[in-house]
């Protein structure tokens, strides 16, 4: 699955702690979903899209 977490990310000039702080999680969590190792859960990518103002679906890609 791939997303635009990284893309967003940096467009508001967030590190990944910081990302990481807002939604709970570690900084090697963010690292993973951003470079496509890790599947976040259903809680965590909707507080992510949420955290951007999109949907999940806008943030992932499952067919990727």
């Known amino acids: 699955m791939e ?3 990284r893309e967003l ?3 508001q000039e967030l ?3 910081a990302l990481a702080q807002a939604m709970g999680v570690s900084r090697q969590t963010i ?3 951003e470079t496509g190792r890790y599947d ?3 809680a965590l ?3 992510l899209a949420r955290h951007f103002g999109m949907t999940v679906e806008e943030l992932f ?3 990727a």
């Open 61 to 63: 890609d499952v067919d």
């Open 3 to 5: 997303s635009r977490v």
């Open 31 to 33: 690292n993973a979903i």
């Open 15 to 17: 590190s990944q702690l």
């Open 40 to 42: 976040p859960s259903l």
């Open 9 to 11: 990310r940096l467009r």
């Open 45 to 47: 990518a909707v507080h």
